[in-house]
């Protein structure tokens, strides 16, 4: 009974659809089919592991069903969706965070461990370590870093998702991937 | 070394930055999926939100919708203690405006309003208004407000509100965990 449609669908067309009763649930439908993956990378690449890629990614997804009819078409809609799933990955990040209040040393300690424990991570030690580094940066950094460094997001567009002016998240970023180089060099 | 957009380009600026990172990027970030997990996305957030009763804001002609998260208050238990909450709070509210209106509990901007207000609008502005108020306040009136009432009516046979075997923290908890839909519902 579900996804009928094909991949191809234009954001113009998933749009159109959602604006239509009739068709609201196949064009989500469509939407999910759409972004689930790009949403659920960058949404992996900073909570880290699956588990709680898994919880954000469809906790994303509700807000979006909730708050799609107020979308207005004034960003691009996959901007609007980064939005969403940033936002809630740095909530997410920030309430975890919250209840830590570790050493850098034990936040390092604990995202090796909890690599160790994802049974979807399979990274030599390079990426483990990469992984620690982006793990110790401040929740709002490490979406910027993210964004730039697997997604390759141009800052303009960076700047409409994250809600920063672009010469704050170029700094942002340089100032992150310095932090990820000391780190390795102070741990190699 | 290509220079024409340098300023620009990502892996350029991360050259730039730290060659070690920009040759790391290419390859293999070891993170996986478990197999058809994105096949099984689309069913599980929609049973998430058939399940929780979620509509999507802003549509009206969606006739059912609010029925059925109207209806979900009956079905769920933590719905129903924090409901049976809210309303001991919002009654111990009303009380609490009317009695006591110069308890410093109260936060300072409405007790002017208290004396000027109806029950009916208190609640209403309670309810919009509730995080304004202390909960361990609000729960001590409620159950001075309680007891005032069972002495004087009939012997307190049956109490069944579930607020009154749950300890305070754990209340404030199930309230906070709410979202502003679900109270919304509740209230």
Request: charged share 25%; hydrophobic share 40%.
């Amino acid at each position: 009974m579900q996804q009928q449609a094909s991949n191809t669908a234009t954001d113009e067309q998933i749009l159109s659809m959602l604006r239509d009763e009739r068709t609201f649930e196949r064009g989500f439908r469509l939407l999910m089919q759409q972004y689930k993956q790009r949403l659920y990378w960058q949404i992996r690449r900073m909570v880290q592991t699956h588990e709680d890629a898994d919880d954000v990614l469809q906790n994303t997804f509700i807000k979006i069903y909730r708050g799609i009819l107020r979308f207005e078409g004034k960003s691009k809609l996959h901007t609007w969706l980064y939005r969403i799933a940033a936002n809630e990955t740095i909530s997410f990040l920030q309430s975890k965070n919250r209840h830590a209040g570790a050493s850098l040393d034990e936040i390092a300690a604990a995202t090796a461990g909890r690599l160790q424990a994802d049974p979807w991570f399979d990274g030599d030690e390079t990426q483990r370590r990469l992984q620690q580094a982006v793990g110790l940066l401040p929740e709002k950094q490490r979406a910027v870093f993210v964004l730039r460094y697997y997604d390759e997001m141009p800052y303009e567009e960076m700047s409409a998702v994250l809600n920063t002016s672009v010469g704050a998240l170029k700094a942002s970023f340089h100032h992150a991937v310095k932090k990820i180089e000391t780190f390795f060099r102070e741990n190699e | 070394m290509n220079m024409e957009n340098a300023p620009m380009h990502p892996q350029a600026e991360l050259q730039d930055l730290s060659p070690r990172l920009a040759n790391l990027r290419g390859k293999t970030d070891g993170q996986q999926v478990p197999d058809g997990y994105f096949d099984q996305l689309e069913a599980l957030v929609f049973q998430k939100i058939e399940d929780q009763g979620y509509a999507p804001a802003g549509v009206s002609s969606q006739g059912d919708r609010p029925t059925r998260s109207g209806f979900r208050i009956l079905r769920n238990p933590r719905l129903g203690i924090a409901a049976a909450a809210m309303l001991s709070l919002a009654i111990a509210a009303i009380w609490f405006f009317r009695m006591q209106p110069t308890d410093p509990a109260i936060p300072e901007n409405y007790r002017e309003l208290a004396a000027a207000l109806s029950p009916e609008d208190a609640a209403t502005y309670i309810a919009g208004n509730i995080h304004e108020f202390e909960t361990a306040a609000l729960e001590n009136y409620a159950a001075a407000e309680s007891s005032a009432a069972e002495t004087a009516a009939e012997p307190p046979a049956k109490r069944t509100q579930p607020t009154e075997e749950l300890p305070p923290a754990q209340l404030e908890l199930i309230l906070q965990d709410l979202s502003e839909e679900e109270l919304e519902i509740i209230l």
